[in-house]
């Protein structure tokens, strides 16, 4: 299952009393990210893929049963619910001020903006494919713009972390399988680590793939110097903090899906079955 997460974050460069992050702080952090937002593209992406996963592993495809039960799973209430839960303990005792601020700032909010807009067109396969395309023209032009952002994504360890996470979720998606007796009972955990580890290569093949064609259309329109400072912001051990936070929150919430996906795939094949 696709779950490409990307986040910047602003920290003090300077030693200050650590105030702890309060509920408050959160709330502000999501608004000024737009969070409800992303989890809402989150949901479109999700139930594209499910009609995908439907047709190649259920006899009848995606009937309307599979389509009501994965839009269940995709609750974005209960999706931001439990991101917003698993990221405040994460970030209980760090300082959320910094970071607050610069997703207020003019700059947050159109790099905010700017994030959205790309991940939304993305959801237009014609869009995707010619994000393909451009980021193969500037790998041929060898453009210094891939400098920054490959920066951008180091500073934030964006492919490691994305494919760790997309690994996780495809075990959970297995475990699912096999927990509610479709064709993954038969597989020990062993034999489940040992395939979804054969897809690492793969994984991390379309995790950078996208993540460069995603980034370098919506960060088309900043100056060098405005990512820079973006990457400068992502780079300091708060902003690695926070980082963190958000892919500890993003996590959990993914691998839940797929394990749900995996039960529902197997509760309906079997029915399909008979």
């Keep these: 299952m696709r779950q490409f997460v990307t986040t910047a974050l602003f920290g003090l460069a300077f030693a200050v009393p650590v105030q702890a992050a309060s509920e408050?702080?959160?709330?502000?952090?999501f608004d000024a990210m737009r969070v409800s937002d992303v989890i809402e593209i989150m949901r479109e992406e999700g139930l594209g893929y499910?009609?995908?996963?439907?047709?190649?592993?259920?006899?009848?495809?995606?009937t309307q049963t599979w389509q009501d039960s994965v839009s269940r799973i995709y609750n974005t209430e209960a999706m931001e619910a439990g991101l917003t839960a698993e990221f405040s303990e994460a970030v209980k005792d760090e300082d959320l001020d910094s970071v607050i601020a610069f997703f207020e700032s003019?700059?947050?909010?159109?790099?905010?903006?700017?994030?959205?807009?790309?991940?939304?067109?993305?959801?237009d396969p014609a869009v995707e494919e010619a994000s393909?395309?451009?980021?193969?023209?500037?790998?041929?032009?060898?453009?210094?713009?891939?400098?920054?952002?490959?920066a951008?994504?180091?500073?934030?360890?964006?492919?490691?972390a994305n494919v760790?996470?997309?690994?996780?979720?495809?075990?959970?998606?297995?475990?699912?399988?096999?927990?509610?007796?479709?064709?993954?009972?038969?597989?020990?955990e062993s034999e489940m680590l040992a395939s979804v580890w054969a897809q690492e290569q793969d994984v991390r093949s379309e995790t950078r793939m996208w993540l460069y064609s995603y980034l370098l259309m919506a960060y088309a329109p900043l100056e060098n110097d405005e990512l820079e400072a973006y990457i400068e912001m992502s780079e300091s051990d708060a902003g690695r903090a926070m980082n963190r936070g958000l892919f500890e929150g993003f996590d959990p919430m993914f691998t839940g899906i797929s394990a749900a996906l995996g039960a529902e795939i197997a509760e309906i094949g079997s029915g399909e079955e008979l």
């Design 24 to 29: 408050d702080d959160v709330a502000r952090l």
């Design 50 to 62: 499910s009609e995908t996963l439907a047709e190649e592993m259920l006899p009848n495809g995606a």
């Design 106 to 123: 003019e700059l947050g909010r159109r790099i905010v903006d700017l994030e959205i807009s790309a991940r939304e067109a993305l959801l």
């Design 132 to 150: 393909h395309d451009n980021f193969e023209q500037h790998l041929q032009d060898a453009d210094p713009r891939l400098d920054l952002v490959t």
């Design 152 to 160: 951008y994504i180091e500073a934030n360890d964006l492919v490691d």
């Design 164 to 188: 760790v996470g997309a690994l996780n979720s495809n075990f959970a998606f297995l475990r699912g399988l096999a927990e509610a007796g479709q064709n993954g009972a038969a597989m020990t």
